[in-house]
Nanobody
Framework: QVQLVESGGGLVQAGGSLRLSCAVL????????VGWFRQAPGKEREFVAT????????YYADSVKGRFTISKDNAKTTVYLQMNSLKPEDTAVYYC???????????????????WGQGTQVTVSS
């Protein structure tokens, strides 16, 4: 059984920061990559960032590069998304997802991820 438990969303003013957490429970040792995606109302779910579980490589969408940082706490099998300099266009439901079967890099396609968290709302006011 695999369970992803997300937390950390909320309301913040533009320019502010939030940190999202994703606890990977079960089968964490066989994880290939953990990704963050987001979905705004009326839009497709889009890639935000991904992290390689084995070696910590990271990859970001151009829209968040330089503002967001994805990282991992090995002891807690938790992945974080530190979001700085937030903009109103960052408003969305954010989802973490796990890919157990990947081999290529980076993993940017949502269909490459088989397990998803419940999502956490991030709202950035102008």
């Amino acid at each position: 059984q695999v369970q992803l438990v997300e937390s950390g969303g909320g309301l913040v003013q533009a320019g502010g920061s939030l940190r999202l957490s994703c606890a990977v429970l079960g089968r964490s040792a066989s994880t290939y990559a953990v990704g963050w995606f987001r979905q705004a109302p009326g839009k497709e779910r889009e890639f935000v960032a991904t992290l390689s579980w084995s070696d910590g490589r990271t990859y970001y969408a151009d829209s968040v590069k330089g503002r967001f940082t994805i990282s991992k706490d090995n002891a807690k099998t938790t992945v974080y998304l530190q979001m700085n300099s937030l903009k109103p266009e960052d408003t969305a439901v954010y989802y973490c997802a796990v890919d157990f079967y990947g081999s290529s890099w980076p993993r940017r396609n949502r269909y490459e991820y088989g397990y998803w968290g419940q999502g956490t709302q991030v709202t950035v006011s102008s």
